[in-house]
């Protein structure tokens, strides 16, 4: 009797433990119509480059289509949506109004394609240091969005290094940040 008392209050308390991790897990997902971010990442800037993108992947599990209006954040002079297009077999960036995510579609940012461009950064995009940004869905609203950095040559968010391996992590910080010039994107 004694023994299943313990155990019991055991229980809970292991519960009561575990309850914190698991809300904050969940709370990204809840109160916006279905609308999920999954899979931020950015790739680290290379040398004195002032741009940077950043990728995230759109779920939408609402009942209704919606559209990714607009991306801000505290890092760079401005952040804009971006998409590529070909012109005359040359890959171009140009700034769309919205990034539309139909009722029950995946959306993907990739290179390549839409991304979150970051214009005129602070700092460089370093391996290893998030950012934020917040994002704002015509009907889901505003979600804020952890962006880990991986390395200068990741492809996607799976990859944790880059293609050729050679990372300077010993690299001095510029913060001479009003030399305008070199541009990466
Ligand atoms: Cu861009």
Same mark, same amino acid.
């Given at each position: 009797?004694?023994? @299943?008392?313990?155990?019991?209050?055991?229980?809970?308390?292991?519960?009561?433990?575990?309850?914190?991790?698991?809300? =904050?897990?969940?709370?990204?997902?809840?109160?916006?119509?279905?609308?999920?971010?999954?899979?931020?990442? =950015?790739?680290? @800037?290379?040398?004195?480059?002032?741009?940077?993108?950043?990728? /995230? @992947?759109?779920?939408?599990? +609402?009942?209704?289509?919606?559209?990714?209006?607009? *991306?801000? @954040?505290? /890092?760079?002079?401005?952040?804009?949506?971006?998409?590529?297009?070909? #012109?005359?077999?040359?890959?171009?960036?140009?700034?769309?109004?919205?990034? !539309? *995510?139909?009722?029950?579609?995946?959306?993907?940012?990739?290179?390549?394609?839409?991304?979150?461009?970051?214009?005129?950064?602070?700092?460089?995009?370093? !391996?290893?240091?998030?950012?934020?940004?917040?994002?704002?869905?015509?009907?889901?609203?505003? /979600?804020?969005? !952890? *962006?880990? *950095?991986?390395?200068? +040559?990741?492809? #996607?968010?799976?990859?944790?290094?880059?293609?050729?391996?050679?990372?300077?992590?010993? &690299?001095? &910080?510029?913060?001479?940040?009003?030399? !305008? +010039?070199?541009?990466?994107?």
């Amino acid at each position: 009797m004694r023994l @299943t008392l313990f155990f019991a209050f055991f229980a809970v308390l292991f519960s009561m433990g575990n309850a914190p991790g698991a809300l =904050a897990q969940s709370s990204q997902d809840l109160g916006h119509n279905g609308m999920m971010i999954e899979d931020p990442w =950015a790739r680290a @800037t290379a040398g004195s480059a002032k741009n940077g993108a950043a990728y /995230i @992947t759109i779920v939408n599990n +609402g009942e209704n289509g919606d559209k990714l209006v607009s *991306v801000q @954040t505290d /890092i760079a002079k401005s952040a804009e949506l971006h998409t590529h297009i070909m #012109e005359n077999d040359v890959a171009k960036m140009r700034e769309v109004e919205s990034i !539309e *995510v139909p009722a029950g579609a995946t959306v993907v940012l990739k290179p390549g394609g839409d991304h979150l461009m970051l214009m005129g950064l602070f700092e460089p995009l370093e !391996e290893g240091n998030p950012f934020q940004v917040l994002l704002t869905f015509e009907n889901a609203g505003e /979600i804020p969005v !952890e *962006v880990p *950095v991986k390395g200068v +040559g990741a492809m #996607e968010s799976g990859a944790t290094g880059s293609g050729d391996g050679d990372h300077d992590h010993g &690299h001095s &910080h510029d913060h001479d940040h009003d030399h !305008e +010039g070199e541009q990466s994107n």
